[in-house]
């Protein structure tokens, strides 16, 4: 199975479950974390959350998830900018440990940029590092010059999860070698556009049947996937999404698929502002 090499050698998973929208509806809960189960079962181990989806809802989805496979979970979540620094830190890290009923948290990201220097925000996330609560830290929605101004901290940060699929590729010109250079991961968010108007564009059509049975998402989650150093979490709560995206890690895009795809979704030529949905 595909896998991405954080900073520190671990290997994680390339293909991992989102749960954005998660835990919104009491009534749908049981059934998302089936979802999950099924995703872990497929080998999708790696499972993004942050304390913002549901308001904690989707943490506590996860628990259900993966209660009894703790050891077979990369968990990550993430911290409101707000929360990001000094004792709010420490509240909000220990609030989102005992939704996922978990002891330590693997990769713990900083949601996006706020008020709180980035500075302030590395050093309490060290600080809950060294006690334990969480196994490494990293960051989400970052551009180029935010990792810069982390200095010598950013040798101790492990990802960088933003929004990245073919309908936006900013990323491929600066951040992503940026990134690679740093032997630091990209987190591809979004990865199959939110299930909207990216899954019936004709290009992805055309790969697609070209590839016997396969899907317009298959092809998008492939895609994120075929270069080193970018781990893709697509969110389904269906467990035929659950299924159909597993199967994407089999799906080999050719040459002439992602020319077709480039044609169709242009890398940039230049800058783009970092998007983030
Ligand atoms: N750091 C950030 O700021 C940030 C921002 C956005 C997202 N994220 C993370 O990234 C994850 C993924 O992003 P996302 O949830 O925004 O969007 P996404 O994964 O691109 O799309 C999810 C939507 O696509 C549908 N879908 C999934 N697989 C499908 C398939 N094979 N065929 C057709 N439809 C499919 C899902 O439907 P069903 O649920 O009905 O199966 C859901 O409606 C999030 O859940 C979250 O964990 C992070």
Known sequence: ?????????TEVPALGQGTWRMGERGADRRAEAAALRLGLDLGMTLIDTAEMYAEGGAE???AEAIAGRREEVFLVSKVYPQNAGGRRLDAACERSLKR???????LYLLHWRGNIPLADTAEGFERMRGAGKIRRWGVSNLDVDDLEELGAALADCAADQVLYSLENRGIEHD?????????????AYSPVGQGGALLRHPALRAVAARHGGATPAQVAIAWTLRA????SIPK????????LNAAARDL???DADLAELDAAFPPPKRKQRLAML
């Not at 951040?175 to 987190?187: A, D, E, I, Q, T």
Request: charged residues 30%; contains cysteine; positive net charge.
């Open 1 to 9: 199975m595909a896998s991405a090499r954080l900073p520190d050698g």
């Open 60 to 62: 506590e989805v996860v």
């Open 100 to 106: 996922l009923r978990v002891d330590t948290i693997d």
């Open 175 to 187: 951040l992503l070698p940026f990134c690679r250079g740093r032997k630091m991961p990209v987190m």
């Open 228 to 231: 080193p150093g970018v781990v």
């Open 236 to 243: 389904a709560s269906d467990p035929k999404h659950v299924r």
């Open 252 to 254: 080999r895009l050719t």
